[in-house]
Structure formats: C-alpha cells, structure tokens
C-alpha cells in the first residue's frame, strides 16, 4: 500500500483532502488487521500494540519516528483475504473517495516478498506474565 502527498493545483480549500493524514494511516493499518495480517509495519516501523501514530506538521510519526512521504504500509498475511478487504468498497471509502477525486496517492499492490522489520522500539510493559 502507497500514499503519497500532492496538492499541486487543488482549491486551497480542498488541500485537506489531498494530505495523508494519521487518520488514515490508522484506518488502513486496521483494515491490514482486518484482512487477517499477522505483521504490518510503515516505512520500515514494525506496528505493535502500542504504536501510536500520529500527524507532526506536514510528516507522520510512527512509534516516536518522524517520517516524510511516500509512506508505504507493508502487512504480511494471507494474500486473498488482504486483498478482499482492501477492494472491498465498504473499506476505507473515504480513501478511495479522495483518491478517484482528488488524485489522493493511494494503491494497494501484491507482491510475493514482503518485509517488516523487527520492533526496535522500547517495551513499557506493565501487566504482563510470561506463558
């Protein structure tokens, strides 16, 4: 999945709806779940439990990373039902709303290797017992 930010001749009072936001991070992040990934990590930040995700200006932060587009949200998983989920028109309409009218960059792509890094980031865990 890649987004891209471009606002080159929109209405200044649409430039909003040209912007990637975390919003929208977070909701493809939760359709990846959805459609039954085991691991999903943007741009090369592993996305856990406790990732936050986040707008800082005109960039994304991701697990404290300040990152600056293209963003590309990689999900490991089976391979039909991410895909049935991503094309599923109920998924993630405003998306692809912005994207067929607004020329929001936004595709979702198959490919046989995937990689997400490991979590690298630190682990306040309070209630926890190992099994």
């Known amino acids: 999945l890649d987004a891209d930010r471009s606002a080159g001749g929109i209405a200044p009072s649409d430039v909003d709806r040209v912007i990637w936001h975390a919003t929208d991070h ?17 741009n090369g930040e592993r996305v856990v439990g406790s990732t936050s995700v986040y707008c800082v200006g005109s960039r994304i ?16 998983g089976p391979q039909d039902r991410l895909m049935a989920t991503f ?4 998924q993630l309409g405003d998306l692809k709303q912005r ?3 607004y ?9 046989d290797v995937v990689r997400v890094a490991a979590y ?7 209630n926890a017992r190992p099994q």
């Not at 020329?103 to 490919?111: A, K, Q, S």
């Open 26 to 42: 977070s909701d493809s992040i939760n359709a990846a779940w959805r459609g039954g990934a085991v691991a999903v990590g943007v």
């Open 87 to 90: 094309d599923d028109p109920t």
């Open 103 to 111: 020329g929001l960059g936004f595709r979702v792509t198959r490919t």
């Open 120 to 126: 690298s980031g630190a682990l306040n865990i309070r």
């Open 61 to 76: 932060m991701v697990n404290g990373t300040l990152m600056s587009p293209p963003f590309a949200v990689a999900a490991i």
């Open 99 to 101: 994207r067929d009218i």
